[in-house]
Nanobody, 123 residues
Framework: QVQLVESGGGLVQPGGSLRLSCAASGIIIRINAMGWYRQAPGKQRELVAG???????NYADSVKGRFTISRDNAKNTVYLQMNSLKPEDTAVYYC?????????????????WGQGTQVTVSS
């Protein structure tokens, strides 16, 4: 099976920065699109940023110019650099990946989620 493990969340003051990481492990053949989502209390989960295997990116309007998504295909890892953080960025951040893996004699492709990491922006 495939696992996604996130790290890098925490408490930061407004205007500060954090860098999230998400590493995938397992018998992975190929990781296709990857992305970061977030869910604030009482709100629906929303896409923050996405990146294709080739490096094309897209961002939510609310984070454009402040957040940068990147990936290291050799390490099966995706990153989210978050700058100029605001209190409204407070949420649990989830990593997502579309993964082709080998299992039971077959190649399979499924969508995977990390366990989430808390980001709190507060003075």
């Amino acid at each position: 099976q495939v696992q996604l493990v996130e790290s890098g969340g925490g408490l930061v003051q407004p205007g500060g920065s954090l860098r999230l990481s998400c590493a995938a492990s397992g018998i992975i053949i190929r990781i296709n699109a990857m992305g970061w989502y977030r869910q604030a209390p009482g709100k629906q989960r929303e896409l923050v940023a996405g990146i294709t295997r080739g490096g094309s990116t897209n961002y939510a309007d609310s984070v454009k110019g402040r957040f940068t998504i990147s990936r290291d295909n050799a390490k099966n890892t995706v990153y989210l650099q978050m700058n100029s953080l605001k209190p409204e960025d407070t949420a649990v951040y989830y990593c997502n990946a579309d993964v082709t893996y080998y299992s039971g004699g077959n190649f399979n492709t499924d969508d995977y989620w990390g366990q989430g990491t808390q980001v709190t922006v507060s003075s």
